[in-house]
């Protein structure tokens, strides 16, 4: 294989991988879309909540992972963690992280959604929409309030190294594969299937469902809806979190407005596959990923941020409920 | 409408007296340094990119998140005419050995044309302005900054008007985000430096008079016609199609207009600071302007008029709080981040009252 097709295919492990934190808070949009119609901005805060409630907790994982490995030296620095903690630590680990911070940020997402959302259910939607820009506001600002506008830089939860590809054959020479990558996509293939057992196999799942398909009919079917809501809200925001988590994984440098990009990208990417689709919000944020990296690593990189959005205006004028949503005629 | 009716002569007694005003300002050197006129003037341009988005987001019912964008595009091009900076032409593509990629090359090619034709027109514009007089080029400036602003606000309106609700004001966003992403790669306009020694023409006279010209645009645009267009769209937009309004006619023509008036204050902006950036035009800035919007009460000219000079003035009240040591650290803080007070401003205002501060103040039965 040439080396420009080694290039083109590292390209889009890395377009991939970008793309599956995209998918996850994708998610987050398309079910709260699917329940209450309506796009929740402060979405893409939680994944800045999630990332620095990984940030706090990091290091006391890190601790309870070093005893595990037993060398419970805190002295040693954590640049040579990855040096004696095994993969099976790590993954223990991140597993612990991404429990601890999906919890916090569910239990978040069902406050805002009590204090703020809540008493606006059946007020026109432009009220919502308001709503939730000052939302998002109040959480960016708070967070540059809370913990400073400078970036942080993320604990070091797993070792992550690169895949040597060059042991199985000569042809692989110059991929490489990090850890974080391979965990990325596991950690994302495990919760979006979690995610449709939930939804096409559990009770709960089935009112989400009725909930998105007929809400009226679905309350008088004797539906708790503000149940439904709430947990619609805890399970979107706990996958923001856990998006939050990885990608701050592999680019560590976090801040308090790193989810305006990626909310205002994931949401696109939930637009391309077709709002209130999850399959599709899956579909779009991997292909929002892999054409953003795509557009970095061949076409003018300056313009990064723009793609997304030159992205979600062109699916707009062509195939506006999205690649795999169904064209619905707004009824009258 | 008759020639000479009340509301062109309370436009034309404003802008004589704010000539006055203006007149009386310039006699005192001291004032013209002082921090108050800079907050008057600050007003004024506030009052310009309110009203401006009012139409849109009030009036017309259509929630645009990227009136900054516009903002960024008068800011830049009304200071690239009176800087006389020219744009070079770009190139097309090379033909050689174009295979099958002949197709991009003609696309290419096709943009190129349609770019030089507005760079031309550009540099003949600026060939100009080049000896004319500093007010004559300060006029020209503004006047180009809100044609072009216009014309970027038919370009973006357009496509994304067809939306609605949240799609329409993310997509009005992400417009912003990409207006902002091409100025900080020309690097004609300063690139991500931005522009500096913008002459300093914007005074008390432009501000003012210009703010009068778009409250009086606003105002009769709205008893007009076009206004029941814009009332019927924002009312209900299925019952308004149905009754043989071409909706879209009308949508495009509040945001032209909007963005129309945000090029001019961007100009005005762009000469008072005398230094802009690019990072100064994005979501924020937006947000800053919608604020004011939705604080006055959307569709309430008066209300959102006083929001606008109320917001203007809070920042600066507040780092004027910011720097009492009596208080506690922590308040002090909290008072230099506007950012929560607006947003806390924006969600205690949609739970509590969602008309707005001033919402259903001067409205008459029926009328907007």
Redesign the interface.
Known sequence: MDSSTIEFIQQLINGLSLGATYALIALGYTMVFGVLR??NFAHGDILMLGSFAGFYCGPWVTAFTRKLAGNPDPTRDLTGFQDWVGPWESLLGLALVLVVVMSACAAFGMLVEFL?YR??RN?????????A??????I???G??IFGAAPRLFPEIISDRSIDFSAHGEQWAGLTLLRSQVLTFLVTGLLLVALTLLVKRTKIGMAMRALAFNPTACALMGVNVSLIVSFTFGLGSALGGAAGILSSIERPSIDPLMG?LFG?KA??AA?LGGIGNLAGAVLGGLLIGVIEIMVVAYG?S??R??V???V??VI??LR?AGLLGKNVR?K? | MKSFDRTKIVLLVTIALVALLAYVCNRSPEFLQSRIYDILLGIGISIILAEGLNLVNGYT?Q?S?GHAGFMAVGAFLGSAMSLGIAFPYLDGPTWAGAGWTVIFKVLQQGFAWLVNVFFWLHNSLVGLATGLPGWGKFLIALIYGGSTAALSGLLVGV??L??K???L???T???N??IR??I??AEPLGAQRGLTGVPSNTNFFWVFAFAALTIYVVHNLVHSTYGRGFLAVRDDE?AAESMGINTTKYKVLAFVVGAAFAGIAGTLYAHQKQYINPEGFN?IRS?DI?VMV?LGGMGNTVGVCIAAVLLTILPEILRDVAKLEWLPIWLR??AE?R??I??????IL??AR?QGLFGGWGKKKGAA
Do not use: H, K
């Not at chain 1, 007020?123 to 709503?131: C, S």
């Not at chain 2, 607006?342 to 969600?347: E, T």
């Open positions: 309506f796009i703020c008493p606006l007020r026109p939607r432009i009220t919502v929409l308001i709503t820009i000052g939302v998002s506001l109040f960016e600002s708070m540059q309030f305006v205002l949401f696109v637009v003018p300056t313009y941020d723009a997304a959005f030159a979600l205006i707009l004028l506006p707004e009258v | 019912g929630f998140l496509p994304s067809r939306l609700g949240d799609y004001a993310i997509v966003l992400g417009f985000e990409i992403v091409i900080q790669n299925i979501f947000v919608v939705i803080e909290v981040n950012m929560i607006y947003s806390l401003i924006l969600i949609m739970l969602p």
